[in-house]
């Protein structure tokens, strides 16, 4: 399958705006404030600290100062930001993203950065109290709408520049950003609206544009036809039938399909005979939901509608899919259903009548699509600043498509690769897919993996990653994630547990 999906699609560019963008380093050295020094009022621009506080060393995380604060750069606008200074500061600072239509403040997400000495910083997305697929809150809410579009990450970031520099008397030496998911959108958005925000990103699984975050419909209308539900035992046996026809496709049988774009089988093979049905086989009417969920959809002028699920990744699909008895998606308020009125300009759009010739070109070009959306493909003057780009994917994810990303990267290549001139965008952008991975982790692929160690490593001593090794809580497993387009093949002998015993091409 070709991952070039989007050819001839119009996709609106996320105009850059480095014009108001914060320096990566903060302000110059100055005296240090102690943690309750933080709250004096009038310190910070825009900017009420509600309170500031010591926290005791806990669960292996040093002690910190923690700072709640809540930024406003325009009327209405409530950006609510945590910040976690920690004793035995390493000099950096961490910007966090969130999580479906959430920010997060949550001590869980900023305890791998306080443990290695980061300064985190965080945002509730400029609306507290939202579970990630609550959207309620963006009705009537039209600031709090652009805060979570782009503005609150880096209003965050502004400020959280500024505090690290008033509190521990110097500006940090890096700055980094992760996120995976809205966290991954909001990665892509810091580098192409604010391109000099962040020295290195790390951008998993982004939902970067309407198409990616309208595929859930999609798949939902394509298991919504007559007959087309599959219970989760027909899914196994999916599953079940893809791997055999495709698991050992890299040279060693181990659950996990490699290279999903290699692989071609037919869910036919499990057709059940004539006049028959049951939980081992699958309907004609089945045969043609599971062939569309692989197939990537287009309109008739070329502009992708869906991105395909991959084989091999069955079983997670009704994670986001409502592959069995279905959602009524005309009720729902949850996630895209809960915003439609942006989406669609009509809050009571019946997405069970979505048709990508009628509405796709509408979807794409609202207001709400201009800045909601992180397609730029233009990223050099992230780049030429000296940032460093970390593009990451679950190849089982059933939510935003692999196919999706890949296909960003693709764009990126072919827009940004011939503007830097002598400087490669290999040698400052890297992609890499995960086999067996699901959506920001999870699925019987190894998912642990140090992208942070490496972007420092990249970012600081001007080491490229030219492979990344991924582990799995529990088990001996270890394979090489490669660079994009790359895969990982067995060379035939030694441990096939052992990452070294795999190489990339």
Not at 120 to 127: A, K, S
Not at 172 to 179: D, R
Not at 184 to 194: C, N, T
Request: aromatic residues 8%.
């Amino acid at each position: 399958m070709s991952m070039r999906l989007a050819l001839g699609a119009v996709l609106p560019l996320v105009l850059l705006s480095s014009a108001s963008a914060a320096p990566r380093r903060g302000p110059p050295t100055v005296q240090p404030l102690d943690c309750a020094g933080l709250t004096t009022p009038g310190l910070f621009a825009q900017t009420v600290v509600t309170s500031a506080a010591t926290v005791a060393p806990a669960n292996g995380a040093p002690g910190y100062c923690e700072v709640k604060a809540t930024v406003s750069p325009v009327k209405a606008s409530m950006i609510g930001v945590v910040l976690r200074l920690p004793q035995g500061w390493n000099g950096k600072i961490l910007g966090l993203g969130g999580g479906g239509w959430a920010g997060n403040v949550t001590l869980a997400a900023a305890s791998p950065g306080l443990i290695k000495g980061y300064a985190v910083l965080q945002t509730d997305g400029g609306h507290p109290g939202a579970t990630a697929f609550d959207s309620a809150w963006a009705k009537d809410a039209p600031e709090a709408v652009t805060d979570f579009a782009y503005r609150a990450v880096h209003q965050m970031t502004v400020t959280g520049k500024t505090v690290v520099a008033k509190y521990y008397g110097k500006p940090q030496t890096e700055a980094y950003f992760q996120g995976c998911s809205t966290g991954g959108r909001m990665a892509l958005m810091e580098v192409q609206r604010y391109p000099t925000d962040y020295n290195g990103v790390i951008a998993g699984a982004p939902v970067y544009n309407l198409t990616t975050q309208m595929n859930s419909v999609v798949r939902n209308n394509i298991f919504a036809a007559p007959d087309a539900q599959l219970t989760n035992a027909q899914l196994t046996v999916v599953n079940q039938a893809s791997l055999r026809a495709c698991d050992a496709d890299d040279g060693i049988r181990d659950g996990v399909i490699s290279d999903p774009r290699t692989c071609r089988w037919d869910p036919i093979a499990i057709q059940c005979p004539t006049g028959s049905k049951g939980d081992q086989c699958l309907t004609p009417a089945q045969v043609a939901a599971v062939r569309k969920a692989y197939t990537p959809a287009a309109t008739k002028r070329g502009a992708v509608a869906a991105y395909p699920l991959t084989r091999g990744g069955e079983t997670g699909w009704s994670r986001f899919i409502a592959t069995g008895a279905g959602t009524d998606m005309t009720t729902t308020r949850q996630g895209v259903p809960g915003m439609r009125a942006f989406i669609f300009r009509d809050a009571d759009f019946d997405l069970s009548t979505f048709d990508a010739e009628k509405h796709q070109s509408m979807v794409r070009s609202t207001p709400f699509a201009k800045m909601y959306e992180a397609d730029n493909p233009d990223i050099s003057p992230f780049i030429r600043g000296g940032g460093k780009l970390v593009l990451w994917h679950g190849w089982n994810d059933p939510g935003p498509s692999p196919y999706a990303t890949a296909d960003y990267f693709e764009r990126v290549q072919k827009t940004t690769g011939p503007k830097l001139g002598k400087q490669s965008l290999a040698s400052s952008a890297r992609f890499f897919l995960a086999p067996g991975v699901e959506h920001c982790g999870g699925g019987p692929g190894p998912d642990q993996f140090d992208l942070l160690g490496t972007l420092e490593s990249w970012v600081e001593a001007d080491k490229a990653p030219d492979s990344l090794v991924a582990t799995k809580r529990g088990s001996p497993i270890s394979r090489p994630l490669c660079p994009y387009p790359q895969a990982a093949k067995f060379k035939g002998e030694g441990d096939p547990n052992d990452a070294k015993n795999f190489t990339c091409g």
